[in-house]
T-cell receptor, first 116, second 116 residues
Framework: DAGITQSPRHKVTETGTPVTLRCHQT?????MYWYRQDPGHGLRLIHY???????DKGEVSDGYSVSRSKTEDFLLTLESATSSQTSVYFC???????????????FGEGSWLTVV | AQTVTQSQPEMSVQEAETVTLSCTYDTSENNYYLFWYKQPPSRQMILVIR??????QNATENRFSVNFQKAAKSFSLKISDSQLGDTAMYFC?????????????FGKGTKLTVNP
């Protein structure tokens, strides 16, 4: 257990509405990630953060923004949700050698988002 | 860009038998990590095993072991004494070491069913 909590765990929203998913961690991890999982694609990186206010894009970042104003929270925002963003979203952290096997990424339980 | 290929979309095995899942990857890097993650029906992403590329010795974790062939860029997972609880999706993942901004690249997964 890497101390990761995602919220909400399930959400149904309408096309065109903004949505924010929250990832909260309690173990002071510097690196945090957002992935999405879709059938036939495995997991793909949306955005990641390497510190407070330090973020960068992943391979499928279009339509998403992120913010990290404090170490423990990494927010993923869909500014105007579309049906193609229906997916399961996973937050993840990278553990350091102090916290366990170094350079190892652990995942939260996932957030199911349906855009109708 | 790195790619990870899992050539077996689905596999099945009888309980107590041994099964091997295949994974190949493409990279020009020399310093990297390889992982196998398990995703049961609950959709939780669970780390199974981790291999550092500079280590020649194959990693083992109880009933799980890998066959890491660096020159061939192959990283297969062997599950011994298969149990019903091993039924899950299995994802192979690659992570290049790049001074902190490490990210996972996933294969598309292999669905493993363990039959009683």
């Amino acid at each position: 257990d890497a101390g990761i909590t995602q919220s909400p765990r399930h959400k149904v929203t309408e096309t065109g509405t903004p949505v924010t998913l929250r990832c909260h961690q309690t173990e002071n991890h510097r690196y945090m990630y957002w992935y999405r999982q879709d059938p036939g694609h495995g997991l793909r990186l949306i955005h990641y953060s390497y510190g407070v206010k330090d973020t960068d894009k992943g391979e499928v970042s279009d339509g998403y923004s992120v913010s990290r104003s404090k170490t423990e929270d990494f927010l993923l925002t869909l500014e105007s949700a579309t049906s193609s963003q229906t997916s399961v979203y996973f937050c993840a952290i990278k553990a350091t050698r102090v916290q366990g096997p170094g350079n190892t990424i652990y995942f939260g339980e996932g957030s199911w988002l349906t855009v109708v | 860009a790195q790619t990870v290929t899992q050539s077996q979309p689905e596999m099945s095995v009888q309980e107590a038998e041994t099964v091997t899942l295949s994974c190949t990857y493409d990279t020009s890097e020399n310093n990297y990590y390889l992982f196998w993650y398990k995703q049961p029906p609950s959709r939780q992403m669970i780390l199974v095993i981790r291999q550092e590329a500079y280590k020649q010795q194959n990693a083992t974790e109880n009933r799980f072991s890998v066959n890491f062939q660096k020159a061939a860029k192959s990283f297969s997972l062997k599950i011994s004494d298969s149990q019903l609880g091993d039924t899950a999706m299995y994802f192979c993942a690659f992570m290049k070491l790049q001074g902190g901004s490490e990210k996972l690249v996933f294969g598309k997964g292999t669905k493993l069913t363990v039959n009683p």
